[in-house]
């Protein structure tokens, strides 16, 4: 017999036809509280399923249809949610650290106030992915797709963000201290006292951002890295050295 308990043992689900990804896809709509740490549920349908502070600590959730799902105020701390599709789910204030949720669809995911330290997000798809007040402290996201991400008060500190994609990304009080900033496109982003110091900032793209109050370490000239923003070398209109960039202001 498979049962689904809730945290208080009371049962959700159960069936001794099924196994335990089954029963949780028929009844993906009651899963509120479920305890399902280290559950099997690889490639799962659970699109628009309601986990409303579920306990999948160590569940295996690899390939998982959570498109829309409630996951509000759950426990993934160390899920495997590797190429899972979370599109349009909501996440608020729940915890996954060191959870795996690479090459995952996080587009127009509600991630706001959650704890995703350690977590690794390596090509997670997060357009329009919201982040406020979450702390991301170490973060692997090397070559994520952040385009239009709200990441206001956020913590990246120490993350690695290198070939990051954070075009038209909204970025106020965010800290980026110590963060692997390498190649990263900034384009059209706002960054308003944003924390970039010990930060490497090595060929990034600030094309068209605007950047106010920044904080960097005092031998970092964040206009000179944004090499974009500067005149052709041939223009005889260029400013002096350490003149404001065209569409930045620090």
């Not at 896809?25 to 699109?47: H, I, S, T």
């Amino acid at each position: 017999m498979v049962v689904i308990r809730d945290v208080l043992g009371r049962i959700l689900a159960a069936d001794e036809s099924k196994n335990l990804r089954q029963l949780a896809e028929e009844n993906k709509d009651r899963l509120d509280w479920a305890v399902l740490p280290g559950a099997d549920l690889r490639g799962a349908q659970l699109r628009g399923a309601s986990l409303f502070h579920a306990d999948l600590a160590g569940a295996d959730l690899s390939g998982a249809q959570l498109g829309g799902a409630s996951l509000l105020n759950s426990n993934l701390d160390m899920a495997n949610l590797t190429g899972a599709d979370l599109s349009g789910a909501r996440l608020g204030t729940s915890s996954l650290r060191s959870a795996c949720l690479a090459g995952a669809n996080l587009t127009n995911t509600g991630l706001d106030l959650c704890d995703l330290s350690g977590a690794n997000i390596l090509r997670g798809r997060l357009t329009h992915a919201e982040l406020d007040d979450s702390l991301l402290a170490g973060v692997l996201m090397d070559a994520a797709d952040m385009r239009f991400a709200s990441l206001e008060s956020t913590d990246l500190s120490d993350a690695s963000l290198a070939d990051a994609d954070m075009t038209g990304a909204w970025m106020i009080g965010t800290l980026l201290r110590n963060a692997r900033l390498v190649r990263v496109s900034f384009g059209n982003a706002w960054m308003e006292d944003v924390d970039l110091r010990g930060a490497d900032l090595t060929g990034i793209d600030t094309c068209g951002a605007d950047m106010f109050g920044i904080l960097a370490d005092e031998e970092v000239d964040v206009a000179s890295v944004a090499l974009h923003d500067a005149p052709p070398a041939n223009d005889t209109s260029s400013e002096s050295p350490g003149s404001e960039q065209p569409g930045i202001s620090i």
